[in-house]
């Protein structure tokens, strides 16, 4: 498993909104136009305090993420600096919009390349993939293996926004797992 349902873990509406009105008057256009794109900001104290006690292993800043009527993302790995992330849902998330992870078929681990200019890491021998896990994302928080092979696919025609909260760079999935036990 690569995406693990967080049941437990509760971001109040209260903090997603208030949180997403000081994003929105910073960056009034980032929702204009279609497709995907991300943005990281930095949390302010309040909000980190707000989040509760998970924020301690968390990063500052948080991405936004954007899909408006975008079909799919390929597959690829999130970029360095973190492997694990929550996954908070905030507008459009349903059952029309699916993740994907990926093994290779031989069971050896997937191997990335890292690009410069570019914010994720290439999945190398895309022959040997499999589909091993597939999830949509609704109303509860998502741990996330970020750095693992995964794309995006969607039939949804609206906007989808998700904020990604990514563990600290000295977090692996095995420690984000036994921290996030407490959540399920
Ligand atoms: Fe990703």
Redesign the pocket.
């Known amino acids: 498993m690569y995406a693990i349902e967080l049941n437990n873990l509760d971001f109040s509406e209260e903090w997603k909104e208030s949180f997403w009105n000081r994003f929105f008057y910073l960056y009034p256009k980032f929702t204009d136009g279609k497709g995907f794109r991300t943005k990281n900001v930095e949390l302010t104290e309040r909000e980190r305090f707000m989040a509760g006690p998970i924020s301690e292993h968390l990063k500052r800043k948080v991405m936004v993420v954007f899909i408006f009527n975008q079909e799919s993302?390929p597959i690829?790995a999130?970029g360095v600096g973190s492997d694990v992330a929550i996954q908070i849902p905030f507008i459009g998330c349903n059952e029309e919009t699916q993740t994907h992870f990926y093994d290779y078929n031989d069971d050896t681990s997937i191997e990335l390349a890292i690009h410069e200019n570019i914010a994720?890491r290439e999945v190398l021998h895309q022959e040997k993939l499999k589909r091993v896990q597939t999830y949509s994302m609704l109303d509860k928080p998502v741990l996330f293996r970020?750095g693992w092979a995964?794309n995006v696919t969607s039939t949804f025609k609206g906007i989808r926004i998700i904020y990604s909260w990514r563990f600290k760079e000295e977090y692996t999935w095995e420690a984000a797992k036994e921290i996030c036990r407490q959540y399920l």
Do not use: A
């Open positions: 993302v690829h999130d994720s970020s995964h």
